[in-house]
């Protein structure tokens, strides 16, 4: 997948907005979604989706919706940072299948770090277990 090309209405993420396969969900409202990374790179590594556009990456990304998306990342982020008090937090994003981007519809990741612990590497990291995503989740949930 090139950094440019047709938004298909089948991929992963529009398929959980339209509840179509399950996910972990943290936070939900009309602009966006935040559900648990399946294959975390690390502890409480969160997703957030916007709801109101089929754009593949960010530069497909309506100018006038941005803004309202931006805020719920910042949001999302400030409760992952608020229930698992990490040292650091990487937000980050990748735009086209050469820069690392495997689902096509805008994300970006929330990714805590703890001082001295490795990341795992980007979508290379094994399928979490259902209840810890569940566990860390109502943890996040928690500080909406
Ligand atoms: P990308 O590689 O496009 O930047 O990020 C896609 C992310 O989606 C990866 O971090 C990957 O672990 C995650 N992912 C892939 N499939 C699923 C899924 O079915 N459910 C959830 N919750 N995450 C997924």
Known sequence: MSLH???ED????????KGEIPCVKVYEDDVALAFMDL?????????????????????????NLLGS????????AKAVEAALKPDGIVVTQFNGAPAGQ?????????????????????GTSGQADPAELEALAAK?????
């Open 5 to 7: 090309g047709t938004y």
């Open 10 to 17: 089948d991929n992963i993420f529009a398929k959980i907005i």
């Open 39 to 63: 294959f975390p790179q690390s502890e409480g590594h969160t997703l957030v989706i916007p709801k109101q556009a089929k754009a593949r990456n960010l530069l497909e990304m309506p100018g």
């Open 69 to 76: 998306y931006m805020q719920r990342v910042q949001k999302v």
């Open 102 to 122: 495997t689902v096509f519809h805008l994300h970006f990741h929330i990714i805590p770090r703890a001082e001295g612990e490795s990341l795992k590497g980007h």
């Open 140 to 144: 996040i949930r928690a500080e909406f």
